[in-house]
């Protein structure tokens, strides 16, 4: 019955031409080709060994998730929870061998169980509860994001060195994520193409009430399908903590679309029945190539996400051109020996091609390298926030007045992403790199491979563990929340009752501002804290989250927000109350907060000045590339800025 899904449509044999027919089958490997080569000829740091490994790394923990994901795909679900199961299974590790000092074994153990587990619930809800497989992974995804910040208490959980090994080289050139992506992905293949489960996934895709009434349990191979999901989403989390040295427990957001897209992209059908693991590399080879092409060439974060979600749609189309014109992808093993000679052939040529012009390309590179001119990279945990959109323009405006060529990349909050960009810098060579860490130790490895080709590092903003940095710039989060807490405290007379809009979980920022404004607070006895509740640094969850508390405590006298957006949020929900009978007070000086200072709607904004940041990190970053001295730590100043003293402050 599953060979009888697979076979090619009657018709295919008289389908368009030998290259036509030779794109459709093989639409993800063609373009991965062309990619490859316009990457080469566009950029002269792309073709080098440093930067392919790079590559590799970089598609390794999305590979594994997608391999996992091409169970599921095959068999005409779909699995939503795969980023959350992976930052779970490796926080449950990186807690179970610290925190619970259980062997690091045993937890490697827990952290697999974790992931079939989770797996297992998927499947059960979705065969025995009858619940639609979009819900049902859905629901996992909450619930695995939300059990992973419940066990590490939002911060990020340091990795066992045994365990971290599985983030580094082998002979120091060999990345060993890249080994496992191997390993995981012939998994995938044998599983496909030559075990039963395997039939039954393609069975159970092309035609579910065929497959049983054929005699296929299907309920039960459904469990055993999200099963292998939830495993491999546990061994893509290990890698992937493994890279950054510790468990985020906000780790792989998103990343359950990117499997998901890796799949589509290398050939299978969201409808079921097809689908291949050697596809499935391609797709997640593609996404990193984009990636890091793009960031080599200096595109903005934003358009990344617009170029790759084009990739995507035109890979659908791809597919369903494909299926139209009879050229459906087989499983994997389903077909003869004469087809998969063919396609061995296909892939060698395909090599060959690649190889040939690839080199040709690089010709045009050769000896025309420009060393007049610096170049420096700025990886900024987000652009999402104007307090680092004015880092980046006190940055940029230092650099075009000294001549420097800078490059800003955006890790949108993800230790992994900003890791990526930070190895993309290392292999461009770059005579400096500034970061501003999404966590201080999950970008130690990326700055230490800078460390070691002798590639200066600025931190800016936050501090950088386990690794050398030239320089720290930065103001010092710690004061600016005592600040905060004896400002808001004096302007209640020493009493009342606040609420304090936490930043996102996990992140240093959110940590030393709350720690900061406790500490001070101790001064003030009559001042009391009656909610706690965090607001992800975002305006608009700060006035969802402030417009919750006010129906349990309407007569609060005072906000603390451990950023201006929330505390902005925190004022739209407060309405007419904000500046008169409740006192909001901000952090980081951003021109819309000043401006409700102004307004008088906010009381005060504990000020970073982030365009000075961005100034000094630059100058330094300079410096520190001629081996001239830098101090370790440039402090800028922190003021709280209050309607008295708006008018004189320049951010």
Not at 291 to 313: D, E, K, P
Not at 491 to 511: C, E, F, M, P, Y
Not at 543 to 560: E, I, R, S
């Amino acid at each position: 019955m599953a060979t009888d899904t697979l076979k090619s449509k009657p018709g295919a044999q008289s389908a368009p031409g030998g290259v036509r027919r030779l794109l459709l089958e093989n639409g993800a490997l063609t373009a991965l080709i062309v990619l490859v080569i316009a990457m080469s000829a566009l950029s002269g740091d792309f073709l080098t060994a440093d930067n392919l490994l790079n590559v590799g790394v970089q598609a390794a923990v999305t590979a594994i998730l997608a391999f996992g994901v091409t169970f599921v795909i095959v068999s005409a679900g779909i699995d939503l929870s795969v980023g959350s199961v992976a930052a779970l299974s490796a926080t449950v590790l990186a807690w179970s061998a610290t925190e619970a000092g259980v062997p690091v074994v045993l937890a490697v153990l827990l952290a697999v169980a974790t992931g079939i587990a989770c797996g297992l619930v998927n499947g059960f809800l979705i065969s025995y509860g009858k619940l639609p497989p979009f819900i049902a992974t859905l629901a996992m995804l909450s619930v695995g994001r939300g059990l992973s910040l419940v066990i590490s208490q939002g911060s990020p959980i340091a990795f066992p060195d045994s365990v971290s090994h599985l983030g580094d080289t082998l002979g120091g050139w060999l990345p060993v994520p890249v080994l496992v992506m191997i390993v995981m992905g012939l998994i995938t293949a044998f599983v496909l193409g030559r075990t039963y489960i395997g039939r039954s996934m393609y069975a159970i895709g092309g035609n579910e009430e065929a497959a049983r009434l054929s005699g296929l349990r299907v309920k039960r191979q459904k469990l055993a399908i999200y099963a292998f999901s939830g495993l491999f989403a546990a061994a893509a989390g290990i890698v992937l903590a493994s890279r950054l040295s510790s468990a985020q427990p906000q780790a792989a957001q998103g990343y359950e679309l990117d499997a998901i897209a890796a799949v589509v992209i290398g050939g299978a059908s969201l409808a079921g029945g097809t689908g291949k693991a050697s596809g499935t590399l391609i797709g997640a080879l593609i996404l990193a190539v984009l990636r890091n092409g793009l960031n080599l060439l200096s595109v903005s974060a934003f358009w990344q996400q617009v170029v790759i979600g084009v990739v995507i749609a035109l890979a659908v189309l791809l597919d369903t051109l494909r299926r139209k014109a009879g050229a459906t992808t087989p499983a994997a093993g389903a077909s003869g020996g004469g087809d998969r000679g063919k396609q061995a052939l296909t892939y060698v040529i395909a090599a060959v091609v690649a190889v040939a012009v690839v080199g040709a390309t690089s010709l045009l590179h050769s000896g025309s390298s420009d060393g007049k001119k610096q170049k420096v990279g700025l990886s900024l945990s987000t652009l999402n926030n104007p307090f680092f959109v004015q880092i980046r323009a006190g940055a940029e405006e230092q650099a075009k007045k000294l001549g420097v060529d800078l490059t800003v990349t955006d890790a949108q909050n993800d230790a992994s992403q900003q890791a990526n960009q930070l190895q993309n810098f290392t292999s461009e060579g770059l005579s400096s790199i500034i970061v501003n860490p999404v966590d201080s130790d999950a970008a130690g490895p990326s700055v230490r491979s800078a460390n070691r080709d002798d590639i200066p590092v600025i931190a800016v903003d936050r501090g950088v563990n386990e690794a050398d940095t030239s320089a720290l710039v930065a103001s010092d989060n710690v004061e600016g929340g005592e600040l905060g807490a004896k400002a808001l405290a004096e302007k209640l007379g020493g009493k009342g009752t606040i609420v304090i809009l936490q930043g996102q979980a996990g992140t240093s920022a959110s940590r030393e501002r709350g720690a900061g404004f406790a500490a001070g607070l101790k001064d003030y006895p009559g001042i009391r804290v009656v909610a706690k509740q965090p607001a992800d640094f975002d305006r608009t969850k700060g006035l969802d989250v402030m417009t919750n508390l006010l129906q349990a405590h309407p007569d609060v006298d005072g906000v603390f927000a451990e950023n201006d957006e929330m505390a902005l949020g925190a004022i739209k929900a407060l309405g007419s109350k904000a500046g008169k009978s409740v006192q909001v007070v901000g952090f980081d000086g951003t021109p819309d907060g000043l401006k409700a200072v102004r307004e008088g709607s906010l009381y005060a904004s504990v000020a970073q000045q982030p365009r000075e940041l961005g100034r000094i990190a630059v100058q330094n970053a300079l410096r520190a590339a001629d081996d001239e001295k830098v101090e370790k730590m440039v402090k800028v100043p922190v003021k709280v800025v209050t309607e008295e003293n708006v008018a004189g402050f320049e951010g």
